[in-house]
């Protein structure tokens, strides 16, 4: 079986500061992982994936995800947030052999001026 | 967004009423999905198709059907066997089917149905 968990419902941040979107999976084998982010009665948007190689993934729109397996954590990151950021974000892991994605339950990000 | 279409946004159904949702892609891609969204519980897996003329059942599929009788197009019908259908639908595409797990999934704008 595999899981994500995103601990946090909402997280707020002023602009210009940096922002973290917490993510930890569980899978057998190796994972991989995906961040999405969802603007209001949106489709979601691919943001960026790591399948493997560097831990450090860059993606769209500035954003970045650190893969860490000993602390099973996919974390997204950007230096500078913008308030446009603002939006609904899903982290999503499969693995080898297994063609779905599961989500977790997402997380709100609020950034004010 | 791009190359994946869902219509209609809105959608109302009455209690014992059959509904369909319709998606398109003009991506080639092999694999198409439904997925289901509920506040607080993220995405759910309704089906999903690998090729044309196959599909599976994901999750939670009881009280849905699909169809998959061209590449570009994967409808879902959701039966009045479906107790709590109002939700937002999501329909999304991946290049290829067949255990190509390192595909990105392209989601359509998706459907809102309210049951009323």
């Known amino acids: 079986a595999q899981s994500v968990a995103q601990p946090e419902d909402q997280v707020n941040v002023a602009e210009g500061n940096p922002l973290t979107v917490k993510c930890t999976y569980s899978v057998s084998g190796n994972p991989y992982l995906f961040w999405y982010v969802q603007y209001p009665n949106r489709g979601l948007q691919f943001l960026l994936k790591?399948?493997?190689?560097?831990?450090l993934v860059k993606g769209s729109y500035g954003f970045e995800a650190e893969f860490n397996k000993s602390q099973t954590s996919f974390h997204l990151k950007k230096p500078s947030a913008l308030v446009s950021d603002s939006a609904l974000y899903f982290c999503a892991v499969s693995r080898p052999g297994f063609q779905k994605l599961v989500f977790g339950t997402g997380t709100r990000l609020l950034v004010s001026p | 967004d791009g190359g994946i279409t869902q219509s209609p946004k809105y959608l109302f159904r009455k209690e014992g009423q059959n509904v369909t949702l319709s998606c398109e892609q003009n991506l080639n891609h092999d694999a198409m999905y439904w997925y289901r969204q509920d506040p607080g519980q993220g995405l759910r897996l309704i089906y999903y198709?690998?090729?044309?003329?196959?599909?599976q059942k994901g999750d939670i599929a009881e009280g849905y059907s699909v169809s998959r009788e061209k590449k570009e197009s994967f409808p879902l019908t959701v039966t009045s066997a479906q107790k709590n259908p109002t939700a937002f639908y999501l329909c999304?595409?991946?290049?290829?089917?067949?255990?190509?797990?390192?595909?990105?999934?392209?989601f359509g704008p998706g459907t809102r149905l309210t049951v009323l």
């Open positions: 790591y399948i493997t190689g560097d831990n």
């Open positions: 198709s690998q090729i044309v003329n196959d599909f």
């Open positions: 999304a595409s991946s290049p290829f089917g067949l255990d190509r797990s390192t595909d990105t999934q392209y």
